[in-house]
Structure formats: C-alpha cells, structure tokens
T-cell receptor, first 113, second 112 residues
C-alpha cells in the first residue's frame, strides 16, 4: 500500500509569488490533515478535511492560504502571495475513519526568499 | 493557544545509554502520542496512549500517560545509532480523531 505522498519535496520562491503544494493521501482515507513546522519550532495544525469538506480550519494562519480537496481525494494548499514567514516544512497526514493513527507524508520544504 | 512543552530540546548520548524525554501541558489531553521523524521523512507514530496512568511499551521504547493527563514521558533503553532523529510528543484534546498538538521536538544524536 502506497503511503502519503507530497509534491514537490522542495520549493524555493520569491516573496510575493504563488506556490501550490499537493498531497495524495493513502487510498481510502477520508480524513486529510495539513500541518506546518517552522524552523526549530513545533509542528502546527493547519486544517482537517473529511472527504471534500473542511472539518476544522482553525489553524490556517490567514487568508493567503487556501486549501482544497475537490472530489475528496488529493488536496492542494496554495499560498498567495507568499511571505518570508511562510517558510517551513508543510506536512500532510491522512487517517482512515474509525481508526486513530494519522500517517504523515514526507513533507514539502518551502523556502520564501 | 494550547502548548506542549517538550524537553530536553536535544540530547547527545553514547550508544547503549538510556534516554528519557517528556512533555508537559497546562491543559488536559485525552490522548498522548509519541512520533519519530527521520531526516527527509514525515513523523512516524511510535506509541499511542489513551488512558491516564497508562504505561505502554514498544520494544525498547516505553511511554506513560501522566495521571493528571497533563504530561507524558518516553524512555528509550539501550540506545542504538538508528535511534537518531527528532522525537515529538503530541496530544489530542477533545477527541482522538482530530488535530494533533505537537511539542517542539527532541533531537537525539547517538554516538557509536
């Protein structure tokens, strides 16, 4: 069974540009989470999808961040326009309904210069 | 907001030594979890704790859910070089299906 995959693995963009991160959860997992780790700090929750619906988006930093999960399969996280403080590693995790464990992808390292 | 205080921030130990790290919070959690992150990978679940006072082992790893539900520790016995990585504690507040709240991480280095 394939794990959670994320694309790209690294992205370097300039301040003001737009970046879109993609997450493909484990097949059949209805729950999809986005997290972010800024350098040296804790991993912070961004939002939680159940299928295509946003269950909890309390961690989204501001309206420059837009997450979508059309069709309830893969998800995208767009940052527009990117700011320097958006740099960090963005993790996606998925979970099967009825089970507790969240499986994490390898992350996308975003650097905004 | 909710915060988990994880310590120590980093450890450099000799192979064969035991390791202990812990997390504390001012808030109660219903579930405590311990994850390990290897370079270039995402966090992988090591141990999950669901009841206050619960003590659970997974090989050389032992973790406990504090009786007050505000803390947890992770012990690694007889460390080996592949134990190197970043260890995170995480808690779930209201249900065990929702968001995880992470500690700052403990970076472990093991000298052969």
């Amino acid at each position: 069974e394939a794990g959670v995959t994320q694309f790209p693995s690294h992205s370097v963009i300039e301040k003001g540009q737009t970046v879109t991160l993609r997450c493909d959860p484990i097949s059949g997992h209805d729950n999809l989470y986005w997290y972010r780790r800024v350098m040296g700090k804790e991993i912070k929750f961004l939002l939680h999808f159940v299928k295509e619906s946003k269950q909890d988006e309390s961690g989204m930093p501001n309206n420059r961040f837009l997450a979508e999960r059309t069709g309830g399969t893969y998800s995208t996280l767009k940052v527009q326009p990117a700011e320097l403080e958006d740099s960090g590693v963005y993790f996606c995790a998925s979970r099967s309904t009825g089970l507790y464990e969240q499986y994490f992808g390898p992350g996308t390292r975003l650097t905004v210069t | 907001g909710q915060q988990l205080n994880q310590s120590p921030q980093s450890m450099f130990i000799q192979e064969g030594e035991d390791v202990s790290m812990n997390c504390t919070s001012s808030s109660i959690f219903n579930t405590w979890l311990w994850y390990k992150q290897d370079p270039g990978e995402g966090p992988v679940l090591l141990i999950a704790l669901y009841k206050a006072g619960e003590l659970t082992s997974n090989g050389r790893l032992t973790a406990q859910f504090g009786i007050t539900r505000k803390d947890s520790f992770l012990n690694i016995s007889a460390s080996i070089p592949s134990d190197v990585g970043i260890y995170f504690c995480a808690g779930q507040r209201t249900s065990n299906t929702g968001k995880l709240i992470f500690g700052q991480g403990t970076t472990l280095q093991v000298k052969p």
